[in-house]
Each structure stands twice: as C-alpha cells, then as structure tokens.
C-alpha cells in the first residue's frame, strides 16, 4: 500500500531533552535504541548507537539539546559495523558541532529483523555553495525507508526527506551547504525495501522565524502507528540559513512522531515541510 497520510503536528519550544543510553520497544520487532555523547563549544562530535543482536537499521536520526545558534546537525546516517559484510546495517550515527556551550549530541537509530536494501550515492559540492533536490534512488518497485549523508562537517546537510514517487520507485531527496573554499564530496543514503508496507505522513508549512527556530512534527495514524523513518525540507532557505538542530523521533513522543527542530541564521524567515515513514506492527 502507497498512501499519502495527513499528518498532525505540535509545535513545542525550547530545546528537547535527550537520553543519555535507552532501547524502547514499539510492536513486534522494532526497537528504537539510543545514545548520548557531550560535545564541548567549538568541538565536533560523532555519536553512534548499534542495533541489537539479529536486527539490521531501518532508519535513524540525531538531536542536539541546545540554545538557538549553538549547535548544528551535519550530517545523521547508518553504518556498518565490525561484522563479515559490508552493509551499513548496524547501527545509526549522528554528526554534531557545538559552536559556543557544551551541548549533547544524542543519536536515534530503529532497528527489526527485517533487512533492507541500503543505497548510496556520492555527490560533489561546489566551495561556498548549495548544492539542492539530489536524490539517492531505491531503483525498481523499491518503497523508501529513510535515508542520510556522511560527509565533512564543513558541507552540512540542509534537508533530507523520503520521497515516494507513488509506484516508480522511491528515493531519499537531500540538500547541502558548503561552507568550505573548495569542491568537498559527501555520500547520500536510501534505505529502502520491498517488505514492509510504508505509508508516508507528512505536515507543514512550518515556519522558521528570522534569526529564531521553528520547530516541526509528523505523526503516523493509527492503522501504520511507528515512525521507521523520517525528515524535512525547507522552503527556500539561503545559503548558510538553514542549520538542523533535530532530525528525530523524540522519545518522549513514543513511536508515532518524528520531530524537525531548524535555526535560521537569515533575516528573513522560511518555511518547511516534515515527513515520516509509518508502518504497522511487524
């Protein structure tokens, strides 16, 4: 089933607390472990968290518990770990900077015994400059998941959403900021699958005041209740604006919601859009 789901959303201020190390459990076989590192003002932190023994990452995202302008998202994306193949199906990881407090970089990754097909695709981004609406194709009849970036902190990832083509073969859309005086490559991820029945919510327009933060939901309905993936796009954002703080589903909201959190460093204001990725119980 394709099916485009009207989302419900709250708008919540502040920052949102994150957990330190915890595994929840939603239905039959998802579970939503996550882990916290701190980062000092002017550092950059990785943090990551494996899925249990006999599961294999669906989707994941990262949270960074700070005060507008003083941390940012670059990038969120699974990885591989010490096993004998070479899929990113261990575990999610999350990339953070703090830029002037100590802040908390928590990583969120969903796990279940059923394993995807994990895309990747490498783009080059131009020095000072925005490089948009790239995506990482599933291929075939394919529903996306979720999806990601890795790359050099200096190239920030500005949106990232599932994008459901409605029978054509899905793909995980990404943009990016290049702050850095030269050509840097960052890899975008698609988890993608033929075996679960993914419904997608999504919610909007949110909007991010100018040199404020605008924060943004998408829940999942009742008859596809957990959030397996998720993301945001914004409307336009300049160059340098658009900075994630939160791409995630919030513990404190249970399984249903994935939360968007951006600081906008422009004087004037953008809007976004939030997706998720909802299927039912496993």
Request: charged share 15%; proline share 7%; hydrophobic share 40%.
């Amino acid at each position: 089933m394709r099916a485009r789901l009207a989302g419900t959303a709250a708008v919540v201020a502040g920052c949102l607390l994150s957990l330190l190390a915890s595994r929840a459990i939603a239905g039959d076989g998802l579970t939503y472990p996550s882990r916290s590192v701190a980062a000092a003002p002017g550092s950059t932190k990785t943090a990551a968290v494996p899925c249990p023994k006999g599961t294999h990452v669906l989707g994941g995202g990262g949270n960074l518990g700070a005060n507008y302008g003083s941390a940012l998202l670059s990038h969120s994306y699974p990885y591989d770990g010490r096993d004998r193949d070479s899929r990113p199906d261990d575990g999610w990881k999350a990339k953070g900077s703090a830029l002037d407090a100590f802040v908390q970089i928590s990583v969120s990754a969903v796990c279940a015994p059923v394993l995807p097909r994990y895309r990747r695709l490498s783009f080059e981004v131009d020095p000072t400059a925005a490089l948009t609406d790239v995506e990482v194709p599933c291929g075939g009849q394919l529903e996306v998941v979720s999806g990601g970036s890795r790359g050099p902190v200096a190239v920030r990832q500005t949106d990232g959403r599932p994008l459901d083509h409605g029978g054509s073969g899905d793909g995980f859309e990404l943009g990016f900021d290049n702050v850095a005086d030269d050509s840097q490559t960052v890899t975008g991820f698609a988890i993608c699958t033929a075996a679960i029945d993914v419904s997608y919510a999504v919610a909007g327009d949110y909007t991010v005041p100018a040199r404020d933060r605008g924060v943004g939901s998408a829940q999942c309905p009742p008859a596809a209740p957990n959030v397996v993936g998720g993301g945001q796009r914004n409307g336009g954002a300049p160059f340098g604006a658009a900075r994630i703080v939160q791409d995630y589903r919030v513990p404190f909201a249970g399984f249903t919601t994935w939360w968007a959190v951006l600081d906008n460093a422009a004087p004037s204001s953008f809007l976004f859009t939030v997706t998720a990725s909802c299927v039912p119980d496993l």
